[in-house]
């Protein structure tokens, strides 16, 4: 038995030594890399940002917002050229995707018009289908036919909805659940650009006096009921 208890302790201590040095090899090597990793990243980001925003020489920090309207977080990077600010990149992303969420950079200048946008991730749409994302929007489209162009446009001025739920962007061939989700992420970028809810284009302030108007509106009716 105490051959079979020294035996257990040599295991234990060996077993601890290699967790020790792998854990410690583990950290030195996530160190060494995560600033090329980091440095990739911002590099990655500002190509993104630089696709679809005016001309900048100078990107704000990131501005995020927790909750874009959606349960998800929103970036929102201002860009300036020669100390005016010339627009803005937001990036959000949808739930609405065929196979789930969609990562799309929308870039705006300072009126509101779309001046770009990169799909960064539709990984999880249908193969070949989703793909096509990234052209369709900008009015290229497949066989000679042009695409659903929304460069230009504004979304606080134009329907950009699917032309199935009366709106006046065109599908993608057989993909209108991808075209869906890319309309619902130019909605809520815009949203959350200018702050306006997403989903009725009210602003904040304009719903919050909604709401408390309502609640005054029921404090008064249940004192009457109260009354009578």
């Not at 990655?44 to 909750?67: G, H, L, M, N, R």
């Not at 749409?125 to 162009?149: C, H, S, V, Y």
Request: glycine share 12%; with cysteine.
């Amino acid at each position: 038995m105490a051959k079979l208890e020294n035996s257990l302790k040599n295991m234990f201590l060996s077993l601890t030594i290699i967790t020790v040095v792998v854990g410690g090899l583990l950290g030195a090597v996530a160190h060494i890399t995560s600033e090329p990793i980091a440095a990739a990243t911002a590099a990655a980001q500002k190509d993104a940002i630089k696709a679809v925003t005016p001309e900048f020489d100078t990107v704000s920090d990131p501005y995020v917002y927790e909750d874009c309207g959606n349960g998800l977080p929103a970036t929102i990077f201002a860009v300036s050229k020669d100390g005016q600010q010339v627009g803005s990149a937001v990036e959000v992303i949808t739930k609405k995707g065929f196979g789930g969420k969609v990562k799309v950079m929308m870039g705006f200048d300072m009126e509101g018009n779309i001046t770009g946008y990169n799909v960064l991730d539709c990984s999880n749409e249908t193969p070949g289908l989703g793909a096509k994302m990234p052209d369709w929007f900008q009015g290229k489209g497949e066989n000679g036919k042009p695409g659903a162009g929304v460069i230009g446009k504004n979304p606080g001025k134009s329907n950009l909805t699917v032309t199935k739920d009366g709106g006046e962007v065109d599908a993608i061939t057989a993909a209108t659940i991808s075209t869906r989700a890319f309309c619902d992420a130019i909605a809520l970028a815009y949203a959350t650009l200018t702050g306006t809810d997403a989903s009725t284009g009210a602003t904040g302030q304009v719903k919050e006096a909604v709401e408390e108007a309502a609640e005054t509106v029921g404090d008064m009716v249940d004192a009457i009921q109260s009354e009578e």
